[in-house]
């Protein structure tokens, strides 16, 4: 169970929408609706995992809480603060606090810069002019992510994947942040540097009280570093429980067949399979009432027709569907 109390950061109804235009006046004609009506909650300390299909809308969600994408509308509050109206200097302060681990580790470091430029221009560009007082900040931190100080004269391309992974890491933290959103952060890596980087993650997490939104497709490796689990279809979240519980006893037809798609370690493990039936439709366009209904095996008329409330069925467990 979990033993945090205090919420960090909060949600409510934050909708981001991607104007398509046309026309000879380049009016706006359609919407890609990425996040639509999202509310959750993350307590300090704690990882919430963010699972889903691809396209669902995850990375936008972890990207539109921090503002690197402004949200349509909706609220965003850290630590009781409402960040979406915040004046540049402000939010410029705030994002010591709230940072980001990108999904690339090749795309996400500057070819042309060395690893200390790297690491030390958050430190930079938050106030700290002396070069060697920078010097000896990335050299600490390049320890405590297990690179030794002697790879900061190096440039991103002398690193292999893992490790440039562990540079994003290092980036990521150098401001002592509070919340990190790790977006796919080991998607790109093989299973076995995924390992090492999911428990680089952990000891992070307990040295520095970090708290982690980690979004992830990967259903094995957010059961084993989270502490609770939202899951997401086509820019809503249909359900919401603690890791353990939405393993064990999953309710909404999605989490079940995504479940049952996840491949098992184990040969000999048999497993009830639920296959999902056609494509994710577009989100320009989505479904009436219930999103999933199109793809469901329990759909009856009212899923076509009425949006099904996200409830709490069990303590601390919530879902979206008429059938549970």
């Known amino acids: 169970m979990l033993n945090h109390s205090k919420t960090l950061l909060r949600v409510e109804n934050l909708v981001k929408y991607y104007p398509i235009k046309g026309g000879i006046l380049m009016k706006e004609i359609a919407s890609v609706k990425a996040v639509d009506n999202v509310s959750l909650t993350i307590q300090q300390g704690e990882t919430l995992g963010l699972v889903g299909e691809s396209g669902c809308g995850k990375s936008t969600l972890g990207r539109t809480i921090l503002r690197l994408e402004e949200p349509t509308s909706g609220k965003v509050f850290f630590q009781d603060q409402g960040i979406g109206n915040l004046e540049p200097e402000a939010m410029r302060q705030l994002r010591k606090r709230m940072q980001i681990i990108f999904q690339d580790p090749f795309s996400s470091l500057n070819p042309r810069k060395s690893i200390s430029q790297i690491i030390g221009e958050p430190l930079l560009v938050h106030g700290m002019r002396s070069r060697s007082q920078r010097d000896r900040e990335v050299a600490e931190i390049l320890e405590t992510v297990g690179l030794g100080k002697e790879y900061m004269r190096r440039y991103p ?19 002592k942040p509070e919340f990190i959103v790790c977006d796919e952060a080991v998607s790109a890596l093989d299973v076995s540097i995924q390992a090492q980087v999911i428990n680089l993650l952990k000891d992070l997490q307990e040295k520095f009280n970090l708290t982690y939104l980690f979004i992830s497709h990967d259903l094995h490796v957010v059961e084993y570093i989270s502490d609770r689990v939202a899951v997401m279809y086509l820019g809503k979240i249909v359900e919401f429980a603690e890791s353990g519980e939405l393993y064990k006893n999953s309710l909404h037809p999605y989490t079940k067949a995504l479940l049952s798609s996840s491949p098992m370690p184990d040969p000999n493990y048999q497993r009830k399979s639920l296959p999902l039936m056609g494509d994710v439709p577009s989100p320009i366009n989505p479904p009436p009432g219930c999103r999933f209904h199109t793809r469901c095996p329990k759909r009856q008329d009212i899923c076509s027709q009425k949006e099904p409330e996200f409830i709490e069925h069990e303590k601390g467990h919530f879902a979206a569907c008429f059938f549970i």
């Open 157 to 175: 391309h002398q690193f292999s994947g893992g490790q440039r992974q562990r540079i994003g890491i290092a980036r990521a933290i150098a401001l």
